[in-house]
């Protein structure tokens, strides 16, 4: 197909929807912080703490785990100067999942304790790391070491074991989640060499 195939989209007007949409996504994350009106005289650091604690360790998570998935996304395509309508299709969900991102983290920082919301909010996660992973297969499908596939599919297996942690412990599931972040290094370790010849 040539560059001029109805089926050919050139990626970077996805760009710079992407860049709107987690733009907005990640700013709405502050969205469902307690505001200072809500504080009933003068508060201590107890108060601060009960109020704030659980929320802000949520919006941190999302906003790093937004931040990686906005990294790779740029870095995905920078390398797709067209794509297919399905690729464009798949884009837009994964697209779709970012954007739900701020109402399943204000239900974790006001419920986080809660199995059901744990789960839910890991499970969101899980499809959005899932979606970056297809992603990035669909860009490698002849190289399936690359480094880029396989560093993305790291954060897929971190965010399904904090999943399963947060069935039955959900106080700790944040900690699982956070190794998500691992995805960044990994690639450093399957960095193909420059000096191979195929």
Do not use: C
């Amino acid at each position: 197909m040539s560059e001029t195939s109805p089926d050919h989209f050139e990626m970077r007007r996805l760009e710079s929807l992407s860049n709107t949409i987690f733009g907005v996504a990640m700013t709405l994350l502050a969205y469902d912080m307690p505001k200072a009106g809500q504080l009933k005289g003068l508060p201590d650091w107890t108060d601060l703490y009960q109020l704030y604690a659980a929320r802000l360790s949520g919006l941190v998570l999302s906003f790093i785990i937004a931040g990686i998935f906005w990294f790779s996304h740029q870095r995905r395509l920078a390398r797709q100067a067209y794509g297919s309508r399905n690729v464009v299709f798949l884009n837009l969900l994964f697209l779709l999942s970012i954007i739900l991102l701020p109402v399943t983290n204000g239900l974790d920082g006001s419920y986080g304790l809660s199995n059901a919301v744990a789960v839910l909010f890991g499970l969101h996660l899980t499809v959005i790391a899932t979606l970056n992973a297809g992603l990035w297969w669909l860009v490698n499908r002849d190289d399936r070491r690359h480094p880029e596939f396989i560093s993305s599919v790291f954060p897929v297996l971190a965010l399904l074991l904090g999943t399963l942690v947060a069935l039955f412990a959900p106080q700790y599931a944040k900690y699982f989640w956070f190794l998500a972040v691992g995805g960044l290094f990994v690639r450093r370790f399957f960095r193909t060499s420059p000096t191979v010849v195929r």
